[in-house]
């Protein structure tokens, strides 16, 4: 299920049909961030929401009654929408039918971790994935709940083909954006591996009823810069999900989060590959799926 079926192309897939391709895609994320740190946190979630339902192959930027949008893990959370419609726009206007919105997704998150990052690092990014015409709906449930213990995310990955090793890097991703306070207000007044001035200080932020869309920051430390900050912030038990603080909480991944305070490059290395793995579930290749010209709605 899940598992790497078509095998995507080297990251050049586009130099002769569309040469200014990706140079136009790292613009418009760079303006975008430019504009608001945060919205380089919700480009890179999109690539993740899109590949964990059916594979990576733009279904979450379907609008529809029965779109993933409207779909509880997304609904009134995922955004970024707009900036994708307006890359693609730009792209189109270079090389019409050419582009697809699900590598257009992958190369989005990749330039936004980029643009979000201290050192300039970055990776190749497959290409040649094509776009669904239909929403994966029913598969939404693949997406993992911020109420996930270890082992569910252990096998929420799994089902993907990704490692646990691979789970944690991936939640290093979490070093940069922000959550809303539904979705940690369980933890913060319940839980007991939570600092004590950390669970104070989100309290007032996010009541004990109400402020549902209230946000806070998922790396309390440098929230707008990816680095490896996350992890010590688990180590501090101020994890901000409950799927957060379950990575360091005895169990089996404790050390590999350790691992990634003391030496960041590892993290920075297993991050870029897993990313890889990630965009290569179940692409639609060669003839399957199709071009979109608008990522929001089928040709």
Known sequence: ????????????????????????????????????KRMGASLLRLHFHDCFVNGCDASVLLDGPNSEKLAAPNNNSIRGFDVIDSIKSEVEKLCPG????????????????????????????RLGRRDSATPGTANIGDIPAPTFNLSALITSFSKKGLTA???????????????????????????????????????????????DDNLSPLDTTSPTS????????????????????????????????N???????????????????MGNLSPLTGTNGQIRTNCRSAN
């Not at 990634?260 to 590959?273: K, L, V, W």
């Open 259 to 277: 691992g990634y305070i003391s030496d960041p490059g590892s993290f920075i290395t297993d991050f870029a590959n897993a990313m890889v793995k």
């Open 165 to 211: 090793k691979e789970m944690v890097a991936l939640s290093g991703s979490h070093t940069v954006g922000q959550a809303r306070c539904v979705t940690f207000r369980t933890r913060i007044y319940n839980e007991t591996n939570i600092d004590s001035s950390f669970a104070a200080s989100l309290k007032s932020k996010c009541p004990s009823t109400g402020g």
């Open 98 to 125: 050419v582009v697809s919105c699900a590598d257009i997704l992958a190369v989005v998150a990749r330039d936004s971790v980029v643009a979000l990052s201290g050192p300039s690092w970055s990776w190749k990014v």
């Open 1 to 36: 299920m899940g598992m790497v079926s078509a095998q995507l192309s080297s990251d050049n897939f586009y130099a002769k049909s569309c040469p200014k391709a990706l140079s136009t895609i790292k613009s418009g994320v760079d303006s975008a961030v430019q504009t608001e």
């Open 226 to 257: 990816f680095d490896n900050a996350y992890f010590q912030d688990l180590k501090d038990q101020k994890g901000l999900l409950h799927s957060d603080q379950q990575l360091f909480n005895g169990g089996s991944t404790d050390a590999q989060v």
